[in-house]
């Protein structure tokens, strides 16, 4: 069974810009949730998609959005990047929001 | 409300017993899962413990209970990053909250 699979995997923006990070969860799995990690802050959740729905939000500004696709794929975007959103981004994928979690390899974003 | 607490770093030689605390407050029905980062991989499941599988979880309003994990006979290859995570059944409101800890980094000495 295929992982997780997170696109691209390495990104550089520049302040002021948008990105998108892609997520492909594991077949069968319908939740995909993400997450940011950084040294200092560690393992932070941004916000949970099931079955196309936002069923979960962390305490991030309104320029982290997500969406699910009806193929369970989800995708992150951020706009007017700062350089504080440096970060590994997570994804994880699971059966249901209950269940155990599969995480992807992340997306590096280095924002200058 | 709901929280995680975890030891920051622990430091052991190896062949040691080491144990890594998970202190939590549930308001609902908890799951616990526990994960591992190793350097450059992903975040991986070591275990669940559920509230049917553990004579300890009760229902509602658990309060600074910790839960740890033990690795016996450590070696230098279990150094990563632990991190303990609390899954919280709200029933009546139908809700669900992931509630992760800071994670503890294991450090194994040769």
């Known amino acids: 069974k295929a992982g997780v699979t997170q696109t691209p995997r390495y990104l550089i923006k520049t302040r002021g810009q948008q990105v998108t990070l892609s997520c492909s969860p594991i077949s069968g799995h319908r939740s995909v949730s993400w997450y940011q990690q950084t040294p200092g802050q560690g393992l932070q959740f941004l916000f949970e998609y099931f079955s196309e729905t936002q069923r979960n939000k962390g305490n991030f500004p309104g320029r982290f959005s997500g969406r699910q696709f009806s193929n369970s794929r989800s995708e992150m975007n951020v706009s007017t990047l700062e350089l504080g959103d440096s970060a590994l981004y997570l994804c994880a994928s699971s059966w249901a929001t209950s269940y155990e979690q599969y995480f992807g390899p992340g997306t590096r974003l280095t924002v200058t | ?110």
């Open chain 2, 1 to 110: 409300s709901n929280s995680v607490k975890q030891t920051g770093q622990i430091t052991v030689s190896e062949g040691a017993s080491v144990t890594m605390n998970c202190t939590y407050t549930s308001t609902g029905y908890p799951t616990l899962f526990w994960y591992v980062e190793y350097p450059s991989k992903p975040l991986q499941l070591l275990q669940r413990e559920t509230m049917e599988n553990s004579k300890n979880f009760g229902g509602g309003n658990i309060k600074d209970k910790n839960s740890p994990i033990v690795k016996y006979s450590v070696q230098v290859s279990d150094s990563a990053v632990y991190y303990c995570l609390l899954g919280d059944c709200q029933r009546r409101r139908s809700n669900y909250q992931l509630i992760w800890g800071a994670g503890t980094k294991l450090i194994i000495k040769p």
